[in-house]
């Protein structure tokens, strides 16, 4: 997964909008063209009949045809009508998923700890924000490459795969003092909070990283 797929939005407006313009200009053409074949007929009846000199089944005729052109365009109106109704709805829905969206992804990256879920089944990693990436050291892409196994010293990863076993049973969710493993090479401390989730019906683990690098060097120099 990269970040460009994961951070895709929904971008239905300029397909809805010419899905309106083509069902506009087809309604419009329609009725155009029925209107056009009936006022046609007319004319034609009406020179056939002034060619015989009838006029009394004409004029009996007339209504109909009057009628007819405006349940035609009546149905037309009534057609584009429901369908400007639908679409403004889905522009809504669109528009607040959006909205949504754009408040989630600030909150998510602004927040100063750092944040990322992981794929219960595989250990890869599915999503992280600014603040992990910044305390790894690795850009959000890189990031998304990578899984449990590569942010901890090797020493280290079979006791936090248990961790994060429990944690995705709800055995635990809080864990400190965990090892962190910078793509520099250099190791930091941090608390963990996880809580297990869904992503896209796979059984994930959404993480909250505190670095305790300021508190582990003030309990030291307290002792």
């Excluded at 690098?213 to 120099?221: D, F, G, P, S, V």
Aim: charged share 25%.
């Amino acid at each position: 997964m990269t970040a460009k797929s994961e951070t895709k939005s929904l971008r239905l407006r300029p397909p809805i909008r010419a899905q309106k313009d083509l069902v506009l200009a087809i309604l419009s053409t329609t009725a155009v063209i029925i209107v056009g074949q009936l006022s046609g007929l007319f004319e034609f009846i009406h020179s056939y009949y002034l060619d015989v000199g009838g006029h009394h089944e004409l004029d009996m005729l007339f209504p109909a045809i009057i009628i007819t052109e405006l349940a035609v365009l009546w149905y037309a109106k009534r057609r584009y009508d429901d369908f400007r109704k639908e679409l403004l709805s889905r522009q809504q829905v669109t528009d607040a998923l959006n909205r949504s969206e754009r408040m989630l992804r600030a909150i998510f990256d602004g927040a100063m700890d750092g944040i990322m879920a992981v794929d219960a089944q595989t250990g890869k990693f599915v999503t992280a924000n600014v603040g992990i990436c910044r305390m790894l050291g690795y850009r959000r892409d890189e990031m998304l490459e990578l899984g449990v196994k590569d942010i901890h010293p090797a020493d280290d990863v079979p006791w936090v795969m248990e961790v994060l076993k429990q944690e995705i049973n709800s055995e635990i969710s809080l864990v400190s003092d965990i090892p962190m493993l910078r793509r520099d090479g250099s190791v930091f401390y941090a608390d963990i909070n996880t809580t297990p989730i869904e992503l896209d019906g796979r059984v994930c683990a959404i993480g909250v990283f505190r670095d305790i690098t300021y508190r582990k060097q003030a309990e030291q120099a307290l002792r």
